[in-house]
T-cell receptor
Framework: KQEVTQIPAALSVPEGENLVLNCSFT??????LQWFRQDPGKGLTSLLLIQSSQREQTSGRLNASLDKSSGRSTLYIAASQPGDSATYLCAVSENRDDKIIFGKGTRLHILP | DVKVTQSSRYLVKRTGEKVFLECVQD?????MFWYRQDPGLGLRLIYFSYDVKMKEKGDIPEGYSVSREKKERFSLILESASTNQTSMYLC?????????FGPGTRLTVT
């Protein structure tokens, strides 16, 4: 059974620093991997989607990488800002039309 | 942009009441999902649907049912609400380009 793990559970960094969030999954046979952002009490916003054939995706200050063989993905945030404070969730899909399995998230706090 | 809307942001119901949570998406997505989110447990899949009138159980279907009479609408039903169903409920729809979530409904059962 696929399991998705995110470490650390919480992270605080000073504003302006570059940071990396980690995600690992137990079964490398995935269809795609997504990173989401969730603000307190709100729904999820999709940040980046990486198909299984891709190695990375970039959007603005965000860069997500995927290493299927090792079962790992990272979300790199450059020049962090207080507005980046949120919970970041990693999720994998094993088939095109299948449900996705979430990690429990990393709660990020950017210190002004 | 895909829009997934949920009927209520906050809902308070009494134990034993029948509760309907409605979800509507406007992008003609085939797949729709209901999750609940609890501190320390993350998001857990309740039910999902790949087509009209079709439904599949997720990881925690007990105490819930669903209805999908139209492609754009996926309803979650709590037949007899209990206090352990107090939670944040999130609806989502998906296509090959990714997933889109609604804003969530925070349900409190007293």
């Amino acid at each position: 059974k696929q399991e998705v793990t995110q470490i650390p559970a919480a992270l605080s960094v000073p504003e302006g620093e570059n940071l990396v969030l980690n995600c690992s999954f137990t079964d490398s046979a995935i269809y795609n991997l997504q990173w989401f952002r969730q603000d307190p009490g709100k729904g999820l916003t999709s940040l980046l989607l990486i198909q299984s054939s891709q190695r990375e995706q970039t959007s603005g200050r965000l860069n997500a990488s995927l290493d299927k063989s090792s079962g790992r993905s990272t979300l790199y945030i450059a020049a962090s800002q207080p507005g980046d404070s949120a919970t970041y969730l990693c999720a994998v899909s094993e088939n095109r039309d299948d449900k996705i399995i979430f990690g429990k998230g990393t709660r990020l706090h950017i210190l002004p | 942009d895909v829009k997934v809307t949920q009927s209520s942001r906050y809902l308070v119901k009494r134990t034993g009441e029948k509760v309907f949570l409605e979800c509507v998406q406007d992008m003609d997505h085939e797949n729709m999902f209901w999750y609940r989110q609890d501190p320390g447990l993350g998001l857990r899949l309740i039910y999902f649907s790949y087509d009209v009138k079709m439904k599949e159980k997720g990881d925690i279907p007990e105490g819930y049912s669903v209805s999908r009479e139209k492609k754009e609408r996926f309803s979650l039903i709590l037949e007899s609400a209990s206090t352990n169903q107090t939670s944040m409920y999130l609806c989502a729809s998906s296509s090959r380009t990714g997933w889109n979530f609604g804003p969530g409904t925070r349900l409190t059962v007293t």
